[in-house]
Nanobody
Framework: QVRLVESGGGLVQAGGSLRVSCAAS????????MGWFRQAPGKEREIVGS????????YHADSVKGRFTISRVRTKNTVYLQMNNLKPEDTAVYYC????????????????????WGQGTQVTVSS
C-alpha cells in the first residue's frame, strides 16, 4: 500500500513563493508517474502538474505554466511542486497522487489514472 504525505502548505501573499512536498512510502515510488492536483471550495479537483517515473517528462496546466514547476527526487521518494508568483486564485487544497496506470515514461493528466492520494495540504494566497 502506497502512502503519500504532503507538507509545506501555508499562507503567503500574492506574488510570493511556496514549495510543497510529497513523501511516498510503501511502494515502488520510482516506477510511478506522479501528479499534483488542487481543489478550491466549490470547485472540482483539477490537475496542476504531472511528472513521469524517470522525471524526464513533465506537464503543467496552462493556468500555472511558467509559474509552477513539478520535480522529483527518486532517491528520496519525494515529489515537489515549486510555486512562484502566486495568485489569490491559486488558493486551494493541494493533493499529491501516484499513478501506476500510464504506459511508458509519460505523464498522467486525468484523475482516474491515479491510484493513490495524499491527504492534501492547504495553500492560501492573500491579496
Amino acid at each position: 500500500q502506497v502512502r503519500l504525505v504532503e507538507s509545506g502548505g501555508g499562507l503567503v501573499q500574492a506574488g510570493g513563493s511556496l514549495r510543497v512536498s510529497c513523501a511516498a512510502s510503501g511502494g515502488t515510488f520510482s516506477s510511478y508517474a506522479m501528479g499534483w492536483f488542487r481543489q478550491a471550495p466549490g470547485k472540482e479537483r483539477e490537475i496542476v502538474g504531472s511528472i513521469s517515473w524517470s522525471g524526464a517528462s513533465t506537464y503543467h496546466a496552462d493556468s500555472v505554466k511558467g509559474r509552477f514547476t513539478i520535480s522529483r527526487v527518486r532517491t528520496k521518494n519525494t515529489v515537489y511542486l515549486q510555486m512562484n508568483n502566486l495568485k489569490p486564485e491559486d488558493t486551494a487544497v493541494y493533493y499529491c497522487a501516484a499513478s501506476m496506470a500510464v504506459a511508458g515514461d509519460t505523464t498522467a493528466h486525468l484523475l482516474y489514472q491515479y491510484d493513490y492520494w495524499g491527504q492534501g495540504t492547504q495553500v492560501t494566497v492573500s491579496s
